[in-house]
């Protein structure tokens, strides 16, 4: 029997229909609890929060099995699976919304097992924020508790938004949206402002320019690993939160060095899961592939 999880992460769970100016991809597996466990289960075992419909096909279900994550925290409830259909632009940065069917997300209520409560490392990916209020308040005590969020929450949810920000130990969110909840203009005017709502960590997500963490103290900056090309970038962004708060449970120690080195481990897997489509990549990649990775992005990051 495997072990018990000691990182906990819920998000949705969607099939994607992906379209960029090279390829269509339709009915693909998606959602920011596939990509950010796919991502934490390479470095820890992971507990999966989320719902699924009755169409939700098996073969996207034997993906997560075949990575060992937990999946007795997704619920099975009669309807359809959410489905999210994108479109990138040329550039591959900005992409537009085609479609969103909540189906059975609509009326999703989290249900934490049992096994679950006691996890130390927690990630609350990107949902609703009174659902990852919802499953924060099911938990015993956890020492680490990561929350991502969107622009979508930030404009009709913001007072519970607010709310779960001011209970977790960091907050991620990209340039945008940092703005967007703070009205400020530079990052370090979002990040002192973001600070005082709450988290003790805030940490800004640039894309292709990589990230940026924000303490009470210090400042720390990483560029993303360099990519001659990529496939699609859906989920880069809970892939980065995964690796990272997988990596974080992994070393179970709340250093500097292990949250810097944690971010250096999500910005590797990221960009392996941005080389294919859906998981396809971080499905195939082993523990020295992302080893290697990681040695030589160190390398690249060194100044002294
Ligand atoms: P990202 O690229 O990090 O924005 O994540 C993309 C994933 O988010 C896709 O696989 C979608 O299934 C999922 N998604 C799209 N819209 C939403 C939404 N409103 N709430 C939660 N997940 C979403």
């Given at each position: 029997?495997?072990?018990?999880?000691?990182?906990?992460?819920?998000?949705s769970?969607?099939?994607?229909?992906?379209?960029?100016?090279?390829?269509?991809?339709?009915?693909?597996?998606?959602?920011s609890?596939?990509?950010?466990?796919?991502?934490?289960?390479?470095?820890?075992?992971?507990?999966?929060?989320?719902?699924?419909g009755?169409?939700?096909?098996?073969?996207?279900?034997?993906?997560?099995?075949?990575?060992?994550?937990?999946?007795?925290?997704?619920?099975?409830?009669?309807?359809?699976?959410?489905?999210?259909?994108?479109?990138?632009?040329?550039?591959?940065?900005?992409?537009?919304?085609?479609?969103?069917?909540?189906?059975?997300?609509?009326?999703?209520?989290?249900?934490?097992?049992?096994?679950?409560?006691?996890?130390?490392?927690l990630?609350?990916?990107?949902?609703?924020?009174?659902?990852?209020?919802?499953?924060?308040?099911?938990?015993?005590?956890?020492?680490?508790?990561?929350?991502?969020?969107?622009?979508?929450w930030?404009?009709?949810?913001?007072?519970?938004?607010?709310?779960?920000?001011?209970?977790?130990?960091?907050?991620?969110?990209?340039?945008?949206?940092?703005?967007l909840?703070?009205?400020?203009?530079?990052?370090?005017?979002?990040?002192?402002?973001?600070?005082?709502?709450?988290?003790?960590?805030?940490?800004?997500?640039?894309?292709?320019?990589?990230?940026?963490?924000?303490?009470?103290?210090?400042?720390?900056?990483?560029?993303?690993y360099?990519?001659?090309?990529?496939?699609?970038?859906?989920?880069?962004?809970?892939?980065?939160?995964?690796?990272?708060?997988?990596?974080?449970?992994?070393?179970?120690?709340?250093?500097?060095?292990?949250?810097?080195?944690?971010?250096?481990?999500?910005?590797?897997?990221?960009?392996?899961?941005?080389?294919?489509?859906?998981?396809?990549?971080?499905?195939?990649?082993?523990?020295?592939?992302?080893?290697?990775?990681?040695?030589?992005?160190?390398?690249?990051?060194?100044?002294?």
């Open positions: 029997m495997s072990a018990q999880p000691n990182l906990v992460v819920v998000g769970i969607g099939i994607d229909t992906i379209e960029t100016p090279h390829e269509k991809q339709p009915d693909i597996l998606g959602g609890a596939s990509y950010a466990c796919a991502a934490s289960s390479l470095f820890s075992r992971t507990g999966m929060v989320g719902v699924v009755t169409d939700f096909p098996d073969l996207h279900r034997q993906v997560w099995g075949a990575m060992d994550i937990d999946l007795s925290g997704v619920q099975t409830v009669e309807g359809e699976t959410f489905k999210w259909h994108g479109v990138y632009e040329a550039n591959m940065d900005n992409r537009s919304t085609i479609s969103t069917e909540l189906g059975v997300f609509a009326d999703f209520s989290p249900v934490l097992p049992g096994e679950y409560r006691k996890a130390p490392y990630f609350l990916g990107n949902i609703a924020p009174e659902l990852q209020l919802h499953v924060l308040e099911q938990m015993d005590d956890p020492k680490f508790v990561l929350v991502d969020t969107m622009d979508l930030i404009n009709i949810a913001r007072e519970a938004l607010e709310k779960v920000v001011a209970k977790v130990t960091m907050l991620t969110l990209n340039e945008s949206e940092a703005r909840l703070t009205g400020e203009q530079t990052l370090l005017a979002a990040a002192k402002h973001l600070l005082k709502m709450g988290p003790e960590y805030v940490l800004i997500k640039k894309g292709e320019s990589g990230s940026m963490l924000f303490t009470h103290k210090n400042i720390f900056m990483l560029h993303a360099p990519l001659e090309s990529f496939k699609d970038p859906t989920g880069a962004g809970d892939a980065f939160a995964g690796g990272f708060i997988g990596k974080l449970a992994e070393f179970d120690e709340l250093s500097p060095v292990a949250i810097r080195q944690a971010m250096a481990y999500g910005s590797v897997v990221a960009s392996f899961g941005v080389e294919e489509f859906s998981l396809g990549r971080l499905t195939g990649i082993e523990r020295e592939d992302i080893e290697n990775r990681y040695a030589e992005f160190v390398e690249m990051s060194r100044i002294s």
